[in-house]
T-cell receptor, first 115, second 111 residues
């Protein structure tokens, strides 16, 4: 079974621009979560989508948004990029229900650099 | 914030068992303990989870104390590829699959 894929793997943007990152979950997984990882803050939860609906959102500004499509693929968008948005953005997929749903399978991440 | 406590770093000789402790003294009765690891520059990898019984899978064993306030992840025969940051997680966000990662333990397997 193919794993979680994320595109692009690396991205360089300038302050003020916007960026869209893509995530394809494992086949059959309906939940997709996004995390930001920085050296200073570690791994932080951004948001989770299930059945095209945002189920939960972490403590991030409104510049960070996402969506999920009917095939469970997800995108996240960051508008008006700031230098502090430079990070590894990780996508994870999981089954929807039960304690096994907390088994999240992570993609390799997208390394975003804002200059 | 993460409610687990782990040592910041540990070393282990290759081929020996690596025992990684975790304190989760505020865990509720119906909360599971999850272990993940992150090898440098990769996404986190699920290892194992448990509620109150000891668990074993092809990667590791999880020993949970009877009072459930602490647990130990055991890698029975550590290899160099097991060098990673290991995260113990007990708090998950409501009905969502929101993992709260702490600082974890940097395990270095030495040749």
């Amino acid at each position: 079974k193919a794993g979680v894929t994320q595109t692009p793997r690396y991205l360089i943007k300038t302050r003020g621009q916007q960026v869209t990152l893509s995530c394809s979950p494992i086949s059959g997984h309906r939940s997709v979560s996004w995390y930001q990882q920085t050296p200073g803050q570690g791994l932080q939860f951004l948001f989770e989508y299930f059945s095209e609906t945002q189920r939960n959102k972490g403590n991030f500004p409104g510049r960070f948004s996402g969506r999920q499509f009917s095939n469970s693929r997800s995108e996240m968008n960051v508008s008006t990029l700031e230098l502090g948005d430079s990070a590894l953005y990780l996508c994870a997929s999981s089954l929807a229900w039960g304690p096994e749903s907390y088994e999240q399978y992570f993609g390799p991440g997208t390394r975003l650099t804002v200059t | 914030d993460a409610k687990t406590t782990q040592p910041p770093s540990m070393d282990c000789a290759e081929g020996r068992a690596a025992n990684l402790p975790c304190n989760h003294s505020t865990i509720s009765g119906n909360e599971y303990v999850y272990w993940y690891r992150q090898i440098h520059s990769q996404g986190p990898q699920y290892i194992i989870h448990g509620l109150k019984n000891n668990e074993t899978n092809e990667m590791a064993s999880l020993i949970i104390t009877e009072d459930r306030k602490s647990s130990t992840l055991i890698l029975p025969h550590a290899t160099l590829r097991d060098t990673a940051v290991y995260y113990c997680i007990d708090k998950v966000g409501g009905s969502a699959r929101q993992l709260t990662f702490g600082s974890g333990t940097q395990l270095t397997v030495l040749p």
